[in-house]
C-alpha cells in the first residue's frame, strides 16, 4: 500500500500528479517532483527500542511501509573523531554508501507500480543502490553512468545484475541519456534526483541521529552536496521533527562541495536563490570526489533555500584537502572514498567552518575508490 492519498507536487508552480502514473518528471517546467507527504505522527525516541533494526524502524516518519525488499539498510554507527566533531559510518550501508537509504523507496515504490522495466542514472553509487535494490526485487534495470565512473562502481553494478550503459560526455551527458529512456513506456525511472521518495529515505539519516542522541541533534550536520539527496533529506528530517515538537532548535547545515566544482557554493556566496544560466561551452573540471561533481543540479533552488533557512553556509575543499583528509581518516581506521571523506576535509582544521558539535557523514567505501595518493 502506498500511504494514505499520497500525490506528486511540483514545487515551481504546483502542478500534481498521481504516484501510480510513471511521469517522472513536471509535464509542465520538467523539473523535478515534491511528495505531499506528512508523519502520521511524532514518538519518543526511547519507545523505538526492540522495533526492526533498519531505517524501517521510523514508520510513523516514512511514506511507505516496510518492504520484503529490504536488505537491513540504516542504523549506521555513530563515532567521535574530535570532541566535537563526530562521524556516522554510512559506508557500513548493504551496498557500501547512503544511497541504499533513498534507492530501497525507490526499488520499493517501482515493485509495487510493476514496470516493465527500471531506469537509473549516477555516478556510480545511487546506481549500485538501484541495481542491488532491483535484484532483490526481481526488477529489470539499466544503469547510465558516465564515462570515467570508477571500476569498481561498474563492477558492483554489474554483479546485481543490471545492464550497464556507459556514456561519454560526462555527467550531465549521462542524465539526458537516461531522462531520453525514461520517457518511454512502461519505464520506471528511479531517479534519486527527481523522484521525492528517494528524499524520504535519506532524511532517515537525521532520524538515526535523533534517536542516537537522545531526542536531540548536533549544532551543526556537514553533509556533501552534489544533487543534494542527503541535505534535502536532512532538511525534510529537522522540519518534520521541528513540526512535531520533537527537537526545539534545528541544526544548521553545513554545505561541502569541491572546489573544482561547486556551482552551488558559488551562488549561494554571490547570493543568487538559483544557479544562473547555463553555458553550454562550459567544461566540467575533473575531481576526486566523483560524486558530487555535479554542474547543475535539478534541485539547486531547494538547496540554497534549505541552507539558508538552516543558517549554514557552504564550503569547499581542494583536492590536496581532500587526498589528506582520506589519508587522515585511514590513518584513523576509517576506509572511506574520495567523495565520502568531503566533510572531513571541511571540518578537520578546527572549529572555525564549523562550530559547536558537528557529524560528518562517511558515506561510501574506500574499496569503491582506492586511496587518492
Ligand atoms: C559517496 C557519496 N557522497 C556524496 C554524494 C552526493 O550525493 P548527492 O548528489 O545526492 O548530493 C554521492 C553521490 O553520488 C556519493 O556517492
Ligand atoms: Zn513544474
Redesign the pocket.
Known amino acids: 500500500m502506498l500511504v494514505g492519498m499520497t500525490v506528486y507536487h511540483c514545487p515551481a508552480d504546483g502542478t500534481r500528479s498521481e504516484i501510480t502514473a510513471l511521469t517522472w518528471c513536471c509535464p509542465v517546467c520538467r523539473g523535478p517532483w515534491d511528495l505531499d507527504f506528512t508523519p502520521a505522527g511524532g514518538v519518543a525516541p526511547n519507545a523505538l527500542s526492540g522495533r526492526v533494526d533498519s531505517l524501517w524502524r521510523y514508520e510513523e516518519f516514512l511514506p511507505l511501509a516496510a518492504p520484503p525488499i529490504s536488505l537491513g539498510e540504516g542504523r549506521t554507527p555513530l563515532v567521535p573523531l574530535t570532541e566535537t566533531v563526530s562521524a556516522k559510518l554510512d559506508y557500513l550501508m548493504p551496498t557500501l554508501?547512503?544511497?541504499d537509504r533513498g534507492a530501497v523507496m525507490l526499488a520499493e515504490l517501482a515493485r509495487r507500480l510493476g514496470p516493465d522495466r527500471v531506469v537509473a542514472d549516477?555516478?556510480?553509487?545511487?546506481g549500485t543502490s538501484i541495481a542491488a535494490y532491483c535484484a532483490r526485487a526481481g526488477l529489470p534495470c539499466t544503469v547510465y553512468v558516465p564515462e570515467g565512473t570508477s571500476p569498481k562502481k561498474t563492477e558492483q553494478i554489474r554483479a546485481h545484475g543490471a545492464h550497464l550503459v556507459t556514456v561519454p560526455g560526462g555527467r550531465e551527458a549521462t542524465a539526458l541519456a537516461a531522462r531520453g529512456a525514461a520517457d518511454g513506456p512502461g519505464v520506471f525511472y528511479a531517479s534519486?534526483v527527481f523522484n521525492p521518495y528517494f528524499l524520504h529515505g535519506t532524511k532517515t539519516y537525521v532520524y538515526e541521529l535523533w534517536e542516537d542522541l537522545g531526542g536531540r541533534l548536533p549544532d551543526a550536520l556537514a553533509v556533501?552536496?552534489?544533487?543534494?539527496?542527503?541535505?534535502l533529506g536532512a532538511a525534510l528530517a529537522t522540519a518534520e521533527l521541528h513540526a512535531l515538537g520533537l527537537i526545539e532548535t534545528r541544526p544548521r547545515l553545513i554545505a561541502v562541495q569541491a572546489e573544482a566544482v561547486a556551482p552551488l557554493a558559488a551562488a549561494f556566496h554571490a547570493g543568487a536563490d538559483d544557479l544562473p544560466p547555463a553555458d553550454p561551452a562550459a567544461v566540467v573540471p575533473a575531481t576526486l570526489a566523483e560524486?558530487?561533481a555535479?554542474p547543475r543540479p535539478p534541485r539547486a533552488r531547494q538547496i540554497l533555500a534549505a541552507v539558508r533557512a538552516s543558517g549554514g553556509t557552504f564550503l569547499t575543499v581542494s583536492e590536496d584537502r581532500i587526498r589528506e583528509a582520506q589519508r587522515d581518516l585511514a590513518g584513523r581506521g576509517f576506509y572511506v572514498?574520495t567523495?565520502?571523506v568531503a566533510c572531513w576535509a571541511a571540518v578537520r582544521e578546527g572549529g572555525r567552518a564549523a562550530p559547536g558539535s558537528v557529524v560528518v557523514p562517511l558515506?561510501?567505501a574506500g574499496l569503491k575508490t582506492g586511496m587518492a595518493g
Do not use: D, R, Y
Open positions: 554508501s547512503f544511497k549516477s555516478t556510480g553509487n545511487a534519486h556533501p552536496v552534489g544533487n543534494g539527496t542527503l541535505l560524486g558530487i555535479i572514498e567523495t565520502g558515506c561510501g
